[in-house]
């Protein structure tokens, strides 16, 4: 189909100031229009002399534009005029700008915390009750300049390396059944150029986590943390996960076949606590609790400047209790770990609750009927699925009153 040139020379002309994108594909048309003409002897019929046709496809080439694409432009221009040419009009709603108390709100997470729009997404939702669409939220982010000026630093850049091995994806409902501890170097973070070192405790199941900064790693540090842990922790611990560091054991630096016992073994030995030992090398089982040192990089010590390590100390004790109060977290369904820990007690207490009924309904049972009846066999269809109830019930009839209060 070849294009009339004078009435493709009348709507150039007409839109020729009117929409330069518009004036700028006529054009181009009318230039094909010319050597189709000319490829098909100015026949009526439009059949173009194919050893003429290389000459169009030279013309397309070097106007970086297809034949497809020319096919698509004929049909617009034909069936809607110059104006098919041009772009077409957005439907439905139009766009709805953030109002400027959330654009705050943003503003403010993103300056203190350098939180991604997901993140942010969950906050406005959960804390101030205000609705707005991810993608929303990081164009504002991005338009605002504010991802660029404040980046975020948790997200690793893909880099090629050799596959890992440990690939299994651990999931634990129990809090206390696998926590993982660490140290991370801050030596340069001080402005008076003493070096100090962050002790991270981290759980699994919520996410609870504990900080302190000492000036020094050691055994003595490492038993000192520990205590500080069992006394604000809200749950009890049964296993914890180190690396291989001298603080945390002694099993890489003794000469003899029978190292000295650690201190955090026997802290660990004392209270029950299974103290589990990484592969050297595989850092990636403690992936927990270096997620965990890249928050913190994130968004603490990236906007904070302490002087000596008691203004550091306080910072951190700060920051690690609102980290438990109001940091919410994806794996845990945008609940806060003190939430999280809480509703784990509620749902925990009415399971042991479900479990005495069952017990003395049984024993009832097994007195009226003169039959024993075994309430925890596996064959039993009423035992409640999903938890072993003989320790539900050991772990939570043996918590003191400080343990019974998650979070209150």
């Not at 006529?26 to 019929?45: P, Q, R």
């Not at 070097?62 to 694409?69: A, D, G, L, Y």
């Not at 406005?124 to 504010?146: A, E, I, P, Q, W």
């Not at 003899?256 to 030995?269: G, N, R, Y």
Request: proline fraction near 3%.
């Amino acid at each position: 189909m070849i294009l009339s040139l004078e009435k493709l020379r009348k709507d150039y002309k007409l839109f020729r100031k009117k929409d330069e994108e518009i004036a700028a594909r006529i054009n181009i048309l009318i230039e094909l229009s010319k050597l189709e003409l000319k490829a098909s002897g100015y026949g009526a019929d439009d059949i173009i002399n194919p050893s003429k046709k290389l000459d169009i496809l030279a013309f397309l080439k070097s106007m970086k534009v297809t034949e497809r694409t020319i096919q698509r432009w004929k049909k617009d221009y034909t069936d809607r005029g110059a104006e098919g040419l041009g772009k077409l009009k957005a439907t439905g709603r139009p766009p709805v700008a953030i109002r400027r108390r959330i654009q705050r709100i943003i503003e403010a997470y993103r300056k203190m915390y350098r939180w991604g729009s997901e993140v942010i997404q969950a906050h406005l939702l959960l804390d101030h009750d205000y609705k707005v669409s991810r993608f929303k939220v990081d164009k504002f982010l991005t338009d605002s300049g504010l991802k660029e000026e404040y980046p975020c630093t948790t997200a690793k850049k893909q880099r090629a390396s050799k596959k890992k091995k440990h690939t299994k994806v651990v999931v634990v409902d129990n809090p206390g059944a696998h926590t993982q501890m660490d140290v991370k170097y801050q030596i340069h973070l001080l402005t008076c150029k003493d070096k100090c070192y962050v002790y991270n405790f981290i759980d699994h199941a919520s996410n609870w986590s504990f900080k302190y900064a000492y000036p020094a790693i050691n055994a003595r540090n490492t038993e000192d943390f520990m205590k500080r842990v069992i006394a604000e922790c809200p749950f009890w611990i049964f296993r914890l996960q180190t690396d291989n560091g001298v603080e945390f054991t002694n099993k890489y630096i003794s000469v003899s076949d029978d190292p000295k016992e650690h201190l955090l073994d026997k802290f660990c030995a004392k209270y029950n606590i299974i103290h589990k030992l990484i592969p050297p090398g595989e850092k990636e089982l403690q992936g927990l609790v270096e997620r965990s040192h890249r928050q913190d990089d994130q968004e603490l010590f990236s906007r904070i400047n302490p002087h000596v390590l008691n203004d550091f100390r306080s910072s951190l004790t700060k920051y690690a209790g609102q980290r438990n109060r109001l940091r919410r977290f994806k794996k845990l369904g945008w609940k806060t770990p003190d939430e999280w820990l809480t509703n784990y007690q509620i749902v925990s207490i009415a399971a042991l609750f479900i479990y005495h009924s069952q017990q003395n309904c049984y024993s009832n049972l097994a007195r009226t009927s003169g039959e024993i009846i075994d309430i925890t066999s596996t064959n039993n269809p009423n035992k409640i699925r999903g938890q072993n109830n003989e320790e539900l019930a050991h772990d939570i009839l043996k918590n003191d009153e400080k343990k019974v209060k998650l979070a209150a």
